[in-house]
């Protein structure tokens, strides 16, 4: 049973990325994913997350309008879109499992978390 955040790496300002958040050995389809990061010398901070039922989705305040969060349970994955990054969005970014109904940012919620990817924001 593994969790794997992939597809972080170097941008400069203004830049996009898109994270995948890849599951093996059980099926996402059932489970609300969130993203999370941490800075360094940061709290680790929700970003997004979105619902196993409805595909409702939630985000951070500081990313609306440039992160989007989709799943595609046929390749059992869900993805985050990131565009217009700001240095700020520096960070390991993390995807996590929840079995809560509605999408959530509180990190109690999520049960099982996989290796982060880093993203770096520089010029």
């Known amino acids: 049973v593994q969790l794997q955040a992939s597809g972080g790496g170097l941008v400069q300002p203004g830049g996009s990325l898109r994270l995948s958040c890849a599951a093996s050995?059980?099926?996402?389809?059932?489970?609300?994913i969130g993203w999370f990061r941490q800075a360094p010398g940061k709290e680790r901070e929700g970003v997004s997350c979105i619902s196993s039922s409805d595909g409702s989705t939630t985000y951070a305040d500081s990313v609306k309008g440039r992160f989007t969060i989709s799943r595609d349970n046929a390749k059992n994955t869900v993805y985050l879109q990131m565009n217009s990054l700001k240095p700020e969005d520096t960070a390991v970014y993390y995807c996590?499992?929840?079995?809560?109904?509605?999408?959530?940012?509180?990190?109690?919620?999520?049960?099982?978390w996989g290796q982060g990817t880093q993203v770096t924001v520089s010029s």
């Open positions: 050995g059980f099926t996402l389809d059932y489970y609300a």
């Open positions: 996590a499992t929840s079995v809560a109904t509605m999408p959530t940012l509180y990190m109690d919620e999520y049960d099982y």
